[in-house]
C-alpha cells in the first residue's frame, strides 16, 4: 500500500474484509486489486516481493492515466466516440464514403481524395470535458472542412504548414494494414515514410489543431533530406515537457499522451548510457513501446526491469492504440529489436 501511495499520492488505497486492495485514484477510476495470486507467488519465492509490488504500482499508474470522466458508465470508448465523429461528417459530407478503420481512425474518401483522420486529439478533448461532446465533434468537423477546401491534392500539398510536420512512430503491420487500405479503394498515393529499424518506421503527419493528417510521398514537404530533422525538431517544440516517473528499474516516460513512441527519435534522450542524462539504467537502455501513449525503459542487465517491463507490455499491446511487444535496445546510435521473447522468462539476452 505504501507504494502505490508513493506513486499516486492522491490516491484513496485501503484493504478490504477480503484482503484485496481498494483504489480510487484522483481521476475518478475504482478499482480493486486481487492479491491471492501476487501472495501465492511471494509464498513461493519471498525474493520476488519487490518486482510483486512494483507490479501492482505500475498497473496503478496506468488505470490512472485519464481522466475523471473515464470512470464514467456514461463515458464512450474511443471506438463509439469515432462511430460518432463519423456520422457528423457523414452529414458534412453527404457525397463522400466515410468508415471507421481498426485503429479507431476515420477514413474520409471524397473528389479522388483519401484522408485517415486521428482521433486523438479530439477525444482527448471530449475526455476532459463530456459535457462537451457535440461542441468538440462540431469544432472537428468545422476544421476538417476548412481544411479539405482546396479540391485536389496539389492544393492541399500547397497549404501544408511545414512547422507543424511531426514523425508519428508507427509499427510494420500498422503500415501494411493501411497501404492495403488504399489499394483496395483503388488509390495508388502512399504514405510518406521512412524506416528506423526492421519493426518500427517514421510516418510523417501535419499536426494541426483540430486533426492530425498522415502525409503522401507525393506531398511537396521540402528537402527530404533535412524531413526528420525538420519533423523532430517541430515534435520537439510542439510537445510539453517529457515527464519521467522512477518505479524500480523501470523509468515510464510521458509527454502529453499523443507521441511517446515518437520520443525514440530524441536522440539526447539516449545518448551516453543515460536517459535524458540523468536516470542511469543497469547495462544498455532498453526500451518498449506498446502503445502510442507508452514508453517504458529499463536496462539490459536489470532482471527485476525486464521481467516488469513485459508484464506491462502484454497488458497495453491489448489496447485500441497498440505498437509493438517487441523491446529494443540502444546500440550504437540506435535502437534495434532486444534479444529473443522466448528467453525472456530468464531476464538473459
Request: glycine share 8%; hydrophobic share 40%.
Amino acid at each position: 500500500m505504501a507504494a502505490m501511495k508513493a506513486a499516486v499520492p492522491d490516491a484513496t488505497v485501503r484493504v478490504t474484509e477480503q484482503n484485496d486492495v481498494f483504489v480510487r485514484a484522483p481521476n475518478g477510476m475504482q478499482a480493486v486489486m486481487g492479491l491471492a495470486d501476487s501472495y501465492a507467488r511471494y509464498k513461493r519465492d519471498p525474493a520476488t516481493l519487490d518486482n510483486i509490488l512494483q507490479m501492482h504500482t505500475l498497473a496503478l499508474v496506468f488505470r490512472s492515466k485519464g481522466n475523471r470522466a473515464t470512470a464514467s458508465a456514461e463515458m464512450l470508448s474511443t471506438r463509439a466516440f469515432a462511430e460518432r465523429m463519423a456520422r457528423a461528417l457523414r452529414a458534412a459530407y453527404p457525397s463522400a464514403t466515410v468508415s471507421v478503420n481498426a485503429q479507431d481512425e476515420v477514413e474520409l474518401r471524397a473528389d479522388g481524395r483519401s484522408l485517415t483522420l486521428i482521433m486523438t486529439n479530439a477525444y482527448g478533448m471530449y475526455r476532459r470535458e463530456p459535457n462537451r461532446l457535440d461542441e468538440v465533434i462540431g469544432l472537428y468537423v468545422a476544421g476538417t472542412q476548412e481544411r479539405t477546401k482546396a479540391s485536389t491534392a496539389a492544393k492541399t500539398a500547397a497549404g501544408l504548414d511545414r512547422a507543424r510536420i511531426v514523425p508519428v512512430v508507427k509499427d510494420r503491420q500498422w503500415l501494411d494494414d493501411n497501404v492495403r487500405g488504399l489499394k483496395a479503394r483503388g488509390l495508388a498515393a502512399e504514405f510518406l515514410t521512412e524506416d528506423l529499424n526492421k519493426e518500427l518506421v517514421i510516418v510523417y503527419a501535419e499536426d494541426g489543431e483540430n486533426r492530425t493528417r498522415y502525409l503522401m510521398a507525393a506531398e511537396d514537404v521540402g528537402d527530404r533530406k533535412q524531413l526528420r530533422a525538420l519533423a523532430v525538431k517541430n515534435l520537439m517544440r510542439l510537445l510539453p515537457k517529457a515527464e519521467m516517473r522512477n518505479l524500480g528499474d523501470v523509468t515510464i516516460i510521458s509527454a502529453g499522451g499523443d507521441y511517446e513512441a515518437s520520443l525514440l527519435l530524441f536522440e539526447h534522450l539516449w545518448t551516453g548510457g543515460k536517459i535524458n542524462g540523468q536516470i542511469e539504467v543497469k547495462g544498455d537502455i532498453v526500451v518498449a513501446v506498446p502503445a502510442k501513449d507508452v514508453l517504458l525503459v529499463t536496462g539490459s542487465r536489470s532482471r527485476e526491469g525486464l521481467k516488469a517491463v513485459r508484464e506491462i507490455v502484454a497488458k497495453e499491446v491489448q489496447g485500441p492504440h497498440r505498437l509493438t511487444d517487441t523491446l529494443f535496445v540502444y546500440r550504437d546510435g540506435r535502437f534495434q529489436r532486444f534479444g529473443r521473447p522466448s528467453r525472456a522468462a530468464s531476464g538473459k539476452e
